[in-house]
């Protein structure tokens, strides 16, 4: 099975520098997007866009519109297509975010019907993210 990586960054150089310390101070080495097979597998997608600019801070449907476009985006540079995603996982930091995150993925995801998790956690990678979306999807072998 072929497996292709795309996107390659590294965590050190990806997330910006907060009131004059290291922001993330892990070094690894991911990809936005890995296809394995007719596979696709995202990154958690956040207020950050693919070029590390950070969009919607305090606002939760900003945050979750930014991520939903990056899963658009992801999945048709892996050779698919917003119809091939067949798994959702939602994280928010409250729970009081829930109807407007949802309203904005309702309206990413109409007529797709992805299986989907909701998860309330206390935090996320850094404090101004309130809202990450996880997605996977499979390319039908009729394509």
Not at 31 to 59: C, P, W, Y
Not at 68 to 74: A, P, S, T, Y
Not at 94 to 123: C, M, W
């Amino acid at each position: 099975m072929k497996i292709e990586r795309y996107r390659k960054f590294e965590t050190n150089s990806f997330y910006p520098s907060t009131m004059g310390e290291e922001a993330h101070h892990v070094v690894n080495e991911f990809s936005m997007a890995v296809r394995a097979g007719n596979r696709i597998f995202l990154r958690g997608q956040t207020g950050f866009d693919l070029k590390g600019n950070f969009h919607g801070e305090n606002n939760p449907a900003e945050q979750a519109e930014n991520a939903c476009r990056c899963i658009k985006q992801l999945i048709e540079e892996a050779g698919g297509k917003i119809e091939d995603v067949c798994k959702l996982t939602t994280y928010v930091t409250d729970r009081n975010y829930r109807r407007e995150v949802y309203d904005v993925i309702a309206k990413h995801f109409k007529g797709v019907y992805p299986v989907s998790t909701g998860l309330v956690v206390s935090g996320l990678a850094l404090p101004e993210m309130l809202v990450e979306i996880d997605a996977e999807a499979v390319i039908s072998d009729n394509e």
